[in-house]
């Protein structure tokens, strides 16, 4: 062979060669020159948490390892939702397809009644199941992170609680939406925690270090105690005594017999795809089935992303359902919920029977079927490992910064999920949710919720992990991205992106995000009865898909700091 052409021929090998190691890894493990990547991705709220994650990830951890090590690490670094304070729901799906959820939900503390937020006349006193200690239902976020790293962890306890331990010890660089909001917040911290200086500051600058010392024992305790870090001994004591100092309800019993539940997760179909949701007392799971049910039978490609008969059609399956939600859902421990007969697909199309193409549904015209509330500053995080295991937590305080009652000695926040019961039936809550008799307040019973973590499944493989933060607007964003990636086509970052609206029976109006709709269709849907409300950002979605090339693509919400890692 020539010379000049063997050297040309191995310079050609060389460069194929070069091409494929830059399209397989691009430059690091796993990862093609898409954002994609082959061995695991964590996303959250926050660019800490999912550093740790991935991290643990790296370390040979598994989905469930990393995400009880982001769960601690929110609460460190993601004051406003993240917590040690709160509860929330976990769906998990192995990577052999085994399915499990878990209910972490807070509870009513034991001295509860019915009507601890009406005065003499029978009105809602609505500040006190909102801020300040008698807003607290006890906590479940440790429990449950105990009872799932339990049945499923791989790496010791000590190094998933670990890394949120060294945030808090060591501080962590606050970002420059954070230095804005905790300046914001100092005059309602104060107000509530009087003679405490957690949070309290003249100024908070981005890149500055926050420790938080009294929250780093907190974590020390159960790193080294587990449960009983928490439910007992010392940080019991604190928490009883905080509630005594205040005039709340959570006593030491509430606590030692708190116990996060295993449930049986909720299954159902949307043509070709398995959607894998949480049972009551989430709302969210019952809610997005039967949102999907309701538009399975329309050509939504055809009519195309936020057209006028896309819009007209969603809004219409969401007035129905948020009808249902308000009268038919609760505590299935304390109340029958009919959830098969909801998400039967044939109850949703009996419910979009009187749809009407030419004019706007009135919400007043609608009831709950007849059958045989949250805040926007809830978190959400997707994780996938290696193996292919998935989780999908959502988290929560209920409203920003909880009821904004800090534990004295401790050094976190306790949650005003008390709220989110039927403070009185027929009354809306803080989102505007209506309850009815189904979410009354009960001892030891746990209050209705919108979060909805999902995983979704494409022919028996993984599919997608999804979730989001957002109170009665979850159900509604978790439905819509969804639809993005399967109808529309949409990447998973551009399915996040994307605009949403939001409608939710009561009040009768659409909320749209500032700029979310042609002015051509909304003149259009004006016409035909539809009333529109702009708003700042609906949700903050953070979310992993499966290619068909078998990387994980994320999609981190740019409405946040929320942040996407993989490797």
């Known amino acids: 062979m020539d010379k000049n052409i063997k050297n040309l021929s191995n310079l050609l090998i060389l460069c194929t060669f070069s091409l494929f190691l830059t399209a397989c890894v691009g430059g690091q493990t796993g990862r093609n020159n898409s954002g994609q990547y082959k061995n695991g991705m964590v996303v959250s709220a926050h660019p800490e948490a999912s550093k740790v994650g991935l991290d ?212 159902g179909n949307y043509k070709d795809y398995k959607i894998i949701t949480m049972p009551p007392p989430s709302s969210g799971g019952i809610a997005l089935l039967q949102l999907l049910n309701s538009v399975e039978g329309y050509p939504l490609k055809r009519y195309g992303f936020n057209s006028d008969s896309t819009i007209q059609l969603l809004v219409e399956a969401e007035r129905r359902v948020y009808a249902d939600r308000a009268t038919h859902l609760g505590d299935p421990d304390f109340y029958k919920v009919p959830q098969k007969y909801l998400i039967n697909p044939s109850y949703s199309t009996q419910r979009m029977g009187n749809f009407n193409w030419n004019r706007a549904t009135l919400s007043s015209d609608i009831k709950a079927g007849e059958a045989p509330i949250e805040s926007e500053e809830t978190t959400h995080f997707s994780i996938v490992d290696r193996q292919g295991n998935a989780v999908a937590v959502t988290t929560t305080l209920n409203g920003g910064y909880g009821s904004m009652v800090f534990v004295n000695g401790a050094g976190f926040l306790l949650n005003n999920e008390m709220d989110d019961f039927s403070v009185k039936p027929g009354t809306p809550n803080m989102f505007g949710l209506l309850g009815g ?70 009040p009768d109006e659409v909320l749209i995000e500032n700029g979310g709709f042609d002015s051509l269709v909304r003149v259009k849907l004006e016409g035909k009865g539809y009333k529109f409300r702009e708003r700042k950002a609906i949700g903050r979605v953070d979310a992993i898909l499966k290619t068909k090339w078998g990387y994980y693509e994320g999609g981190a919400d740019p409405r946040g700091d929320d942040t996407k890692l993989g490797w």
């Open 437 to 506: 008799e189904a979410n009354a307040i009960e001892p030891g019973k746990r209050m209705l919720s919108s979060m909805t973590p999902t995983i979704l499944e494409k022919n028996g493989d993984l599919f997608m992990v999804v979730g989001t933060p957002g109170g009665s607007t979850i159900i509604t964003s978790v439905f819509q991205t969804i639809l993005n990636t399967i109808e529309f086509d949409m990447s998973m970052q551009r399915a996040v992106n994307a605009k949403r609206f939001h409608h939710q029976w009561l």
């Open 56 to 267: 643990i990830l790296k370390k040979g951890g598994n989905a469930i390892d990393a995400a009880v090590a982001v769960q601690f690490a929110l609460a460190v670094v993601y004051p406003d939702a993240g917590n040690i304070g709160g509860g929330g729901f976990l769906v998990y799906r192995s990577a052999k397809g085994e399915l499990a959820s878990l209910d972490f939900r807070e509870k009513a503390p034991g001295k509860a009644t019915r009507d601890m937020y009406l005065d003499a006349a029978g009105n809602a006193i609505t500040e006190k199941s909102i801020f300040g200690h008698l807003a607290a239902g006890v906590p479940g976020s440790v429990d449950g992170m105990v009872k799932a790293h339990a049945k499923f962890g791989k790496l010791s306890w000590a190094e998933v609680v670990q890394p949120a331990l060294n945030l808090a010890q060591n501080g962590f660089s606050i970002t420059e939406s954070q230095a804005r909001e905790f300046a914001g917040m100092q005059k309602s911290i104060k107000k509530y925690n009087p003679g405490k200086t957690y949070f309290i500051k003249d100024k908070w600058t981005k890149g500055e270090l926050w420790a938080q010392k009294d929250l780093a024992k907190t974590l020390q305790l159960i790193r080294d105690k587990g449960r009983d870090g928490f439910y007992s001994g010392e940080v019991a004591d604190l928490i009883v005594a905080e509630m005594q100092k205040g005039g709340g309800l959570i006593t030491k019993e509430d606590l030692k017999n708190y116990q996060a539940q295993w449930r049986d997760p909720l299954v």
